[in-house]
């Protein structure tokens, strides 16, 4: 009667522990998370960036596309190249002292959520190349290389920079549409490597699965997760 007990319990165990994959995974999340506290304290940051101010981006226009609570998102270029800049940020005149921390707790998390998602994934297909960065106010702003048009068709920005229209009723972009019917096999291969990159490398969830999270170029064609996951 003991042998099946022990077979079962040896099961148990081989079930319980991570594949070489997963226990890789975890390491290398660990990392990107220990290189990530370090800029935020200080240090170095955590990759080859060649942005490390606002003085290495130019014509920046804002705010582009959606301003949202806890990140302001705005375009411009560092030298030849079109860039998206997020600037983390938080309510400007909290009414108590105690939301002032939580403002900046919630700001502060997601950019951290956005950094390992550019940090941990740089140079996988479908996540858009994070060029570097900076503080302000203990906050990171992000500058990335533009992934092309949204698939967010009609997104409109008020004059206050709040994103107009219900973002779950979004329109699939024409140009999106067109570029499906008429190159459907590297549209497909595009989203496949997209979703395998955050979600089967990265190990990555996204909550917020709208069409305005994502990104389309034609020429070449790549899908690109814009909006990074938790």
Not at 72 to 99: C, F, H, N, T, Y
Request: charged fraction near 25%; hydrophobic fraction near 45%; glycine fraction near 10%.
């Amino acid at each position: 009667m003991r042998q099946p007990i022990l077979w079962l319990l040896a099961a148990i165990v081989v079930s319980a522990q991570q594949s070489p994959q997963e226990a890789s995974r975890a390491r290398f999340q660990r990392n990107t998370l220990v290189a990530i506290d370090a800029w935020l304290g200080g240090g170095p940051p955590p990759g080859p960036w060649r942005v490390t101010s606002p003085n290495n981006v130019t014509d920046v226009k804002h705010p582009l596309q959606r301003h949202g609570i806890v990140k302001a998102i705005s375009s411009g270029r560092v030298g030849d190249l079109q860039v998206v800049v997020k600037r983390a940020r938080r309510d400007e005149k909290p009414k108590r002292r105690d939301a002032e921390k939580r403002a900046h707790a919630l700001a502060l998390a997601h950019a951290k959520d956005e950094l390992a998602f550019l940090v941990g994934l740089r140079g996988r297909r479908g996540v858009p190349l994070l060029l570097g960065g900076w503080l302000e106010r203990g906050l990171p702003t992000l500058v990335v290389a533009d992934a092309g048009r949204s698939l967010a068709a009609g997104r409109t920005v008020t004059t206050n920079g709040a994103s107009a229209g219900d973002s779950r009723k979004l329109n699939i972009d024409g140009g999106y549409a067109a570029l499906a019917r008429a190159k459907p096999l590297a549209l497909a291969v595009a989203i496949l490597e997209c979703f395998e990159s955050f979600a089967g490398v990265g190990g990555l969830f996204l909550e917020d699965f709208r069409s305005d999270q994502f990104a389309y170029a034609a020429e070449p064609v790549s899908f690109a997760l814009v909006d990074g996951p938790r």
